[in-house]
């Protein structure tokens, strides 16, 4: 792994009715025929198991866990049916391929970048779903009213304090680390960034993934967006500090709605 790029993890579809894209906010009439629960002003949190009863990731040579995030520009109007396309069509889907373990779900309401991360048991899993993840991807671009692009990560560090729960958010922050410094970017980010994130208001977990261009991401969830809110000074000092320990620089920094979280990814840490 050369280079790096943080993301907030933790760790990233209904039957519905879509009309053609329309222009940048204007309604899209994506309609899912089984509409989201209404909570928390319209945002539900999907949480739990994914995987069919009886079926349980290889750990035969422990856990080296792979994922692929399918980063979407949707439009705003769009992102309740995109959220319905994927619990209901995009999940089960993937839960029949050999080697899923689990997907989440970030949105931006406001922007319309959502990101979706699907957990697979090994890079062989992973690469092997490519060809039956794409026309799924396509179809689910479509839903969400834009365009979407994917990468693969190793998931290096996932660490959970607890469980998430509805109105949960989280912050992504993408890094880039020098060739050399790959290995005491890991190490850094258990010895260092963790603690200083588990002491923020609301944290509930965190996650570190990689890839072979030199780029990484860390995910860093918290129980509401108000605990995010309230956090936003502080995780902006520790992200200059750190970053700056590291010889990172810091490409980019979101945050976001937590709408779907269904990873059974273990700790790894």
């Known amino acids: 792994m050369n280079e790096f790029r943080w993301s907030a ?21 994506c309609k899912p025929k ?15 198991p994914v995987a069919p009863p009886g079926r349980r990731p290889n750990t035969n040579r422990g856990w080296i866990v792979f ?23 995009v999940m089960p889907a993937l839960a029949a391929m050999d080697g899923f373990v689990g ?21 062989e899993a992973e690469r092997a779903s490519a ?25 290096g560090i996932l660490h959970r304090d607890h ?25 850094s980010y258990k010895s260092d960034v963790l603690p200083s994130l588990e002491n923020l208001e609301g944290f509930c977990s965190a996650s570190f993934l990689m890839n072979g261009s030199g780029r990484a991401v860390s995910t860093a969830t918290f129980d509401s967006r108000d605990a995010m809110e309230r956090n936003r000074e502080q995780a902006r000092e520790l992200r200059n500090t750190r970053s700056r320990e590291m010889g990172a620089d810091v490409l980019d920094v ?16």
């Open 163 to 187: 469980r998430s729960n509805d109105g949960a958010c989280a912050r992504v922050t993408w890094i880039k680390v020098p060739p050399d410094q790959a290995k005491r970017a890991i190490e």
């Open 34 to 48: 089984f509409p989201l629960k209404r909570l928390l002003g319209g945002r539900k949190l999907i949480s739990g």
């Open 103 to 123: 997907l989440s779900l970030l949105v931006d309401r406001e922007s319309g970048r959502c990101i979706a991360t699907s957990a697979w048991e090994t890079a």
């Open 131 to 155: 060809g039956q993840v794409g026309p799924i991807r396509d179809e689910a671009a479509k839903v969400f009213g834009g365009t979407a692009t994917a990468q693969t990560w190793e998931i």
């Open 9 to 29: 993890v933790s760790f990233i579809l209904a039957t519905y009715v879509c009309c053609p894209t329309t222009e940048a906010n204007e309604p899209c009439g």
């Open 67 to 89: 994922a692929r995030t399918t980063d979407i520009q949707a439009q705003p109007s769009c992102i309740d049916a995109g959220i319905a396309h994927v619990r209901d069509e």
């Open 254 to 269: 979101g945050e976001f709605e937590l709408a779907i979280a269904h990873l059974r990814v273990p700790e790894l840490v």
